[in-house]
């Protein structure tokens, strides 16, 4: 978040632009640009420059992430740490973890889930810094809808089965999701977000994917 304000200031980026895009690529993408927005009231054009940078960083990292993970031989373990950690929106890192393997999967998907609960104090910290009067604070409640469904099938025998339905519809609709959002992408779209805040989204995500990267090789088993 500091790295972002300060390298869009140096950038010459509209402060609550820069605010999003940098909420976006530290929490969760998409989601969190759409908590924050309200908080510091971003105008349309902010909310489409912000969403249209994170969105097209993520469907590069779905192609290139896979392939960076098997040239550098990674584990499972550690590739589904680095998709938690480098990719922005959830789908885009259970779509990039599933092609690793199920185990990267379960990896990515709890730890991205984890990272996405700082959507609650951050919004809190940006109207307390944008100083917003009224502004009202998203709570993520698909995180608790995941931890209901956790412990659902974890403690209640009779519902593994039903659990590993709800699981395969699970991915037919992240699937789909991923489709929406490339058919939501164009040159237009592109376009519209500029160079200077798209620079912005790919210094930040240059800075935390190759930090993270070296970090998870050199730590993680």
């Known amino acids: 978040m500091l790295l972002g304000y300060g390298m869009g200031c140096w950038l010459g980026i509209e402060r609550k632009t820069a605010h999003l895009i940098s909420c976006g690529t530290a929490i969760c993408g998409g989601s969190a640009i759409a908590a924050v ?24 990292a779905l192609l290139l992430f ?10 499972q373990n550690q590739f589904g740490l680095w998709c938690a950690i ?4 959830t789908s885009s890192v259970v779509g990039a973890a599933s092609h690793y393997g199920d185990q990267a999967l379960q990896v990515a998907t709890t730890v991205k889930l984890a990272r996405a609960l700082w959507i609650v104090p951050v919004a809190l910290g940006t109207a307390f810094l944008f100083k917003t009067p009224g502004a009202k604070v998203k709570l993520p409640y698909f995180i608790l809808g995941f931890i209901g469904a956790m412990l659902l099938t974890t403690y209640v025998p009779a519902l593994k089965g039903a659990g590993q339905v709800a699981a395969q519809i699970a991915k037919v609709g992240l699937t789909l999701t991923l489709f929406l959002i490339g058919a939501g992408l164009s040159m237009e779209v592109i376009r519209k977000v500029g160079i200077r805040p798209f620079g912005l989204g790919v210094l930040l995500w240059v800075v935390i994917s190759a930090t993270s990267l070296w970090v998870i090789l050199h730590t993680v088993a």
Not at 86 to 89: L, P, R, V, Y
């Open 37 to 60: 927005g309200p908080v510091v009231q971003a105008e349309k054009s902010q909310f489409s420059v912000a969403l249209g940078t994170v969105f097209v960083l993520n469907s590069v």
């Open 66 to 75: 896979p392939a960076l993970g098997h040239a550098l031989q990674m584990t």
């Open 86 to 89: 480098a990719i922005h929106d």
